[in-house]
């Protein structure tokens, strides 16, 4: 039981990790496109996903959910689906917060990209790096 507990507490910082550094390379590259490239926040937003999806995946597999016996044929599209569904929860926030509130996009993305991260932590963990 206590290395259950372990191996949760180490999957958890991990996942922490591993997902701070790829929503910085998703945040960073998406307020820099809208704020220096004048691209719209809804076309930022999605190259900034783009972006920070490699070092989502490569990341959690090999650091999050180590151990994992399955081939990259299994799992990534799973991970994708994961990545795909919090995206499009994270677009559909962006745009609603930035349609009905004063909030500029820098913090409404923040906002939304912690509020997202949860869910995505739940799917990946129970689905798409599952050991069943």
Not at 71 to 77: E, G, I
Not at 105 to 128: K, N
């Amino acid at each position: 039981m206590h290395a259950d507990l372990d191996k949760l507490r180490r999957s958890v910082s991990w996942f922490a990790c591993v997902g701070a550094l790829a929503a910085l390379v998703h945040y960073v590259v998406a307020v820099g496109l809208e704020r220096y490239l004048n691209i719209q926040p809804a076309w930022a937003n999605i190259v900034g996903f783009v972006c920070a999806f490699p070092v989502s995946y490569i990341g959690h597999r090999t650091l999050s959910f180590p151990g994992l016996n399955q081939a990259h044929q299994h799992t990534l599209p799973k991970f994708l689906s994961v990545a795909v569904f919090g995206f499009l929860a994270n677009q559909t926030l962006v745009l609603l917060s930035l349609r009905y509130t004063t909030l500029p996009f820098w913090l409404v993305l923040a906002i939304v990209m912690v509020v997202v991260a949860i869910s995505t932590y739940l799917l990946s963990r129970y689905w798409a790096f599952s050991h069943t």
